[in-house]
Structure formats: C-alpha cells, structure tokens
C-alpha cells in the first residue's frame, strides 16, 4: 500500500513560485511513474503533471508547459512540482498520485495524497 504526503502549498502572488513536495512510503515507490493532478473549486480534478520511474520522461499538461517542472529523487522516495510563474488560475488543491504510463499518456493508480492548497492571488 502506498502513502502518499503532500506539502509546500500556500498563498503566492501572480508571477512568483513554490515547489509541492510529495513523500512517498510503502511498497516499491522508486517502480511507480508518479504524477500531479489539481482540483479546482466546482471543477473536476485534472491532470498537471507526470514522471516516469527513472526521470527520464515527463508529460506535462498544456495550461502549464514552461512554468512547471516536475522531478523526483528516489533514495528519498519523493516527488516535486516546481511552480514558476503562477497565475489566478492555477488555485487549487494539488494533489500527488502513483500511476504507470501506458498507450503514450499517465495513467493513474488508486493511490492519492490529501491534498495541499496553492493559492496564487492576482
């Protein structure tokens, strides 16, 4: 069973940066491809961005190509989502998840953090 932690949100304004960090324990962490989804209020969770098991691929959504950059470091067994110039519309609960890349795209296993807030003020 994977455990999966989110943290480093916060309130930013538009145009600055954070970096979510997300620990994982439990089972072969290092094997999964690991991934970043968002919910907004009143909207769906949706897909930001993922990472295979040894870094090497990553898939990004297109609402955040250029201004986020997702890394991982195995012997710590975590994730990271580096946030650079944030907009209004990128508040919401961002959340970790353990997945496997299939058919050319991220797809996501039952496995998901508690959430962590950004909030980007305008």
């Known amino acids: 069973q994977v455990q999966l932690v989110e943290s480093g949100g916060g309130l930013v304004q538009a145009g600055g940066s954070l970096r979510l960090s997300c620990a994982a324990s439990g089972g072969t962490v290092s094997s999964y491809a690991m991934g970043w989804f968002r919910q907004a209020p009143g909207k769906e969770r949706e897909f930001v961005a993922a990472i295979n098991w040894s870094g090497g691929i990553t898939a990004y959504a297109d609402s955040v190509k250029g201004r986020f950059t997702i890394s991982r470091h195995n012997a710590k067994n975590t994730l990271y989502l580096q946030m650079n110039s944030l907009k209004s519309e990128d508040t919401a609960v961002y959340y970790c998840?353990?997945?496997?890349?299939?058919?050319?795209?991220?797809?996501?296993?039952?496995?998901w953090g508690q959430g962590t807030q950004v909030t980007v003020s305008s």
């Open positions: 998840n353990a997945g496997y890349f299939g058919n050319n795209r991220y797809e996501s296993y039952n496995y």
